[in-house]
């Protein structure tokens, strides 16, 4: 009787009805012809495009075939489907469901839209590289961009930093139900085998075939995956207009983080933040959220049934989208993390194709690199930050940051010099004894005397420094004829705004105004410096004298117009600078 028991006991160990969900069993041929295949069981041994980060939706691991002789085939039990007997390919190995995951949102920050393109391929969990001979030209030194130089957040990134200047934030949410990898030798597809077959010896001649190939089946094939959904959302914020509502780009990262949580697990750092980001709402001048305000968006979700757009940062009103995603994930996964292999490396080491497939790989994948050169240049006065040699920093002061961007709206700094007149008359007898009056503001600045000439040039530069542009306030110049300390004639004044436009860095304004209907002239030749950053150069902004550099930034220009005289018997002419 106690023996009975013992077998009794040995046959429930070893029931399949016991296996953890990681541990397979062989099924009889019926179980198999009844079984459900795993969820997301072809997923792995497609084809995949590492230039655009894209399956290809053709197959070069065979995952229908499962039998592995005589009708049977390997079973597992599915957790999270009611442990149901599920068949898997037999090119599969290791599959297994993975822990419940606790949701979380994750945020990284992107200073430039290289380190962007540089991070597209973060979902391959290897080294797709290994295999492969990418020849660099050993006379670049700032490194070449290989993988996802043409993904979706790589063509959005690229094509946001041609409009302005923009940090790229990255919030996403993924959860992983199932993992397996595929044999070390598996089956090829039947179509993949057919058209790997046929190839000729690879020249260049043939080289357009090969290509085709990749065309097809793309440069790796997937080996192993983790199975489940993730919500992607790229969000571009230009510099400036945060900096210019009080925000840094820490604060804008972890609003929209506050905001993309809501409807997730909330850690305690994230709690900590809500209060901090209602009171910075308010800098933003309206009731409307971070992730309204910051819309220009780039939303991806993979695995399961949803619907909308901006489903990280709308769905927040109905949390229940979330949980109907999550359970759906469980029978319509899709691939979250993947480890890959060149193409090449799948065929037997003999086989005629294998050489020419890995040059044709290796040189589709160098064509469409992106050289990891800055889009822009630092400007004079900017550097590299040492974090990211694509973004420039500067010294901050009261007027600019430390990323280059103004502290305030109409902040500028403000330099006159080079004043010089030509053909003054303000003595009857004799040359006139000139000095110039300039005032912005409450400051007023005023050169030395030039005593004798009518064609006087004064060297004084007058620093206001740090001005505030508005409506009010007008750069007015004033010239007199110092005859003596009491007796001093005005000759002429005129003044003009400071008007915003969208040239930067710094703007050399050259023009001269009429003071009287003869020959006479006044010339005013003035720098300022501002420090907006915008892309467009527009036509307001060309200056007679020459054209001016597109940089980032806003001008301050001087508006051509006449300007009106007080009435005087004593003057004939009269300039300002």
Request: glycine share 8%; hydrophobic share 30%.
């Amino acid at each position: 009787m106690a023996r009975l028991w013992q077998l009794t006991l040995l046959y429930w160990a070893w029931s399949p009805l016991c296996l953890p969900s990681s541990v397979s069993y062989i099924g009889t041929p019926q179980e198999c012809e009844n079984a459900h295949f795993v969820p997301g069981y072809n997923l792995g041994g497609e084809g995949f495009d590492i230039v655009t980060m894209q399956r290809k939706g053709a197959y070069v691991i065979d995952t229908e075939t499962w039998k592995l002789g005589n009708g049977t085939c390997r079973l597992y039990r599915n957790s999270y489907m009611n442990q149901e007997k599920q068949k898997v390919p037999a090119a599969v190995v290791d599959w297994r469901t993975l822990p419940k995951c606790s949701l979380t949102v994750s945020s990284i920050a992107y200073d430039s839209v290289e380190t962007l393109v540089n991070d597209s391929t973060s979902s391959v969990s290897n080294d797709w590289k290994v295999g492969l001979n990418i020849p660099v030209d050993p006379s670049t030194t700032i490194g070449v961009g290989l993988g996802g130089s043409h993904s979706r957040e790589s063509t959005f990134g690229m094509q946001k930093s041609k409009q302005d200047h923009y940090n790229f934030f990255r919030h996403s949410v993924y959860c992983s139900f199932y993992g397996y990898r595929l044999a070390t030798n598996p089956p090829l597809s039947h179509d993949f085998q057919s058209v790997i077959n046929s190839l000729p010896p690879y020249s260049l001649k043939t080289e357009p075939l090969y290509h085709s190939l990749i065309d097809t089946y793309g440069t790796h094939c997937i080996i192993q995956v983790s199975l489940g959904g993730e919500i992607k959302a790229i969000t571009s914020v230009k510099t400036c207009q945060a900096t210019m509502n009080g925000l840094s780009e820490t604060e804008v990262r972890d609003c929209l983080l506050v905001e993309a949580s809501a409807s997730f697990a909330r850690t305690a750092s994230i709690e900590s933040m809500i209060k901090h980001c209602q009171e910075k709402k308010k800098k933003l001048g309206s009731s409307q959220s971070f992730s309204s305000t910051f819309n220009e968006r780039s939303t991806e979700v993979t695995g399961g049934n949803i619907d909308g757009a901006d489903i990280l940062f709308q769905g927040q009103s109905n949390p229940s989208v979330y949980n109907d995603w999550l359970t759906s994930l469980k029978n319509t996964p899709d691939v979250v993390r993947y480890n890959l292999k060149p193409l090449h490396t799948i065929l037997p080491g003999d086989h005629p194709a294998r050489t020419g497939l890995k040059k044709e790989v290796e040189k589709y994948i160098v064509k469409n690199a992106m050289l990891k050169k800055c889009s822009e240049s630092c400007q004079v006065g900017h550097r590299s930050s040492k974090r990211d040699p694509c973004a420039c920093v500067c010294n901050s002061d009261q007027n600019i940051k430390s990323n280059c961007c103004p502290a305030g709206k109409g902040l500028a700094t403000l330099k006159v010099f080079r004043l010089y007149a030509q053909d003054l008359y303000g003595d009857t007898f004799g040359k006139t004894d000139g000095s110039v009056e300039v005032k912005y503001g409450d400051q007023v600045k005023r050169t030395a005397i030039i005593s004798n000439s009518d064609n006087p040039k004064w060297q004084e530069t007058f620093e206001f420094g740090s001005i505030t542009i508005n409506m009010q306030n007008k750069l007015r110049f004033s010239i007199y004829d110092e005859d003596t300390y009491w007796n001093s004639d005005l000759l002429g004044e005129c003044s003009f705004d400071l008007r915003k436009g969208t040239v930067t860095d710094s703007l050399h304004v050259k023009s001269w105004y009429l003071l009287l209907l003869l020959h006479s002239r006044v010339c005013t030749e003035s720098w300022w410096i501002t420090m907006s950053r915008v892309h467009s150069l527009p036509h307001e902004c060309l200056s007679g004298q020459g054209l001016l550099h597109q940089k980032w930034g806003p001008c301050w220009r001087v508006r051509g117009e006449s300007c009106s005289l007080s009435q005087s018997v004593r003057w004939r002419s009269a300039a300002v600078g």
